[in-house]
């Protein structure tokens, strides 16, 4: 199957399971899962989840519990701006600076209570939590197709925020472990950990991560659309 394929069935079964969780439908977004907080916890079980400072986080719903987490344990939480459309192109949430983390980790909440910064004024990030619908024990992840996630790492990478040996994880449902290997491109970001309510899989690392923004995958109306791209564009 395709990528498409692949996420119309996982989305499927997520609805078809009654595994899926608010907002409704799954379908065309990173699907919100019963579990999402057993497997935020198992997440923070992790030794390199606990030694990072700074970590840059997705905006989803099932990531919710993941974000939280990380404030309560007094880390620096990074999430990108909806479709990097503003120069200062991340939300930086500061625990010390934040009393509602409950407010603080929606996506209202973080435009509300979070400082927009540029890759300038960022810290180096030690830990990337992305949402996925579909992914594999090998560390290949499917996300809902418009690929900002991968951008969004490919230009951690091309300012030397991220490099080659930053800690990338999901949390997912055992639904949306699918078996391997996935459709890969050479933009996309592989996991070092897949987490699930159930279990945590430290992935096989066949998949090589980018070493930065491939120019060439990105056509001239979305590089018109990003300001931080039409920046640093050769």
Not at 85 to 105: H, N
Not at 160 to 171: E, F, H, N, W
């Given at each position: 199957?395709?990528?498409?394929?692949?996420?119309?069935?996982?989305?499927?079964?997520l609805?078809?399971s009654?595994?899926?969780?608010?907002?409704?439908?799954p379908?065309?977004?990173?699907?919100?899962?019963?579990?999402?907080?057993?497997?935020?916890?198992?997440?923070?079980?992790?030794?390199?989840?606990?030694?990072?400072?700074?970590v840059?986080?997705?905006?989803?719903?099932?990531?919710?519990?993941?974000?939280?987490r990380?404030?309560?344990?007094?880390?620096?939480?990074?999430?990108?701006?909806?479709?990097?459309?503003?120069?200062?192109?991340?939300?930086?949430?500061?625990?010390d600076?934040?009393?509602?983390?409950?407010?603080?980790?929606?996506?209202?909440?973080?435009?509300?209570?979070?400082?927009?910064?540029?890759?300038?004024?960022?810290?180096?990030?030690?830990?990337?939590v992305?949402?996925?619908?579909?992914?594999?024990?090998?560390?290949?992840r499917?996300?809902?197709?418009?690929?900002?996630?991968d951008?969004?790492?490919?230009?951690?990478?091309?300012?030397?925020?991220?490099?080659a040996?930053?800690?990338?994880?999901?949390?997912?449902?055992e639904i949306?472990?699918?078996?391997?290997?996935?459709?890969?491109?050479?933009?996309?970001?592989?996991?070092?950990y897949?987490?699930?309510?159930?279990?945590?899989?430290?992935?096989?690392?066949?998949?090589?991560?980018?070493?930065?923004?491939?120019?060439?995958?990105?056509?001239?109306?979305?590089?018109?659309?990003?300001?931080?791209?039409?920046?640093?564009?050769?």
């Amino acid at each position: 199957m395709d990528k498409q394929e692949l996420r119309e069935r996982t989305w499927d079964g997520l609805e078809e399971s009654g595994d899926a969780r608010f907002p409704f439908p799954p379908h065309g977004r990173i699907p919100n899962f019963a579990g999402a907080d057993e497997a935020a916890a198992r997440l923070a079980e992790l030794d390199v989840w606990q030694a990072a400072d700074a970590v840059k986080a997705n905006p989803d719903s099932p990531q919710r519990p993941v974000r939280r987490r990380a404030l309560e344990a007094g880390k620096t939480v990074y999430m990108a701006v909806p479709r990097l459309r503003d120069e200062k192109c991340f939300l930086e949430l500061d625990p010390d600076c934040i009393d509602d983390y409950d407010t603080a980790t929606t996506i209202s909440g973080s435009s509300e209570l979070g400082v927009q910064v540029g890759p300038d004024e960022m810290e180096c990030i030690d830990f990337i939590v992305s949402g996925s619908v579909v992914v594999d024990d090998r560390g290949a992840r499917i996300g809902k197709g418009e690929g900002y996630s991968d951008l969004e790492f490919a230009l951690l990478r091309e300012v030397g925020l991220v490099d080659a040996s930053t800690a990338v994880a999901t949390t997912v449902h055992e639904i949306q472990v699918a078996d391997g290997p996935l459709p890969t491109s050479a933009h996309d970001v592989p996991m070092d950990y897949v987490v699930t309510p159930e279990r945590t899989v430290e992935t096989t690392g066949e998949n090589v991560r980018p070493a930065g923004i491939d120019w060439e995958t990105l056509d001239e109306e979305k590089i018109a659309e990003i300001p931080v791209l039409r920046e640093r564009r050769p």
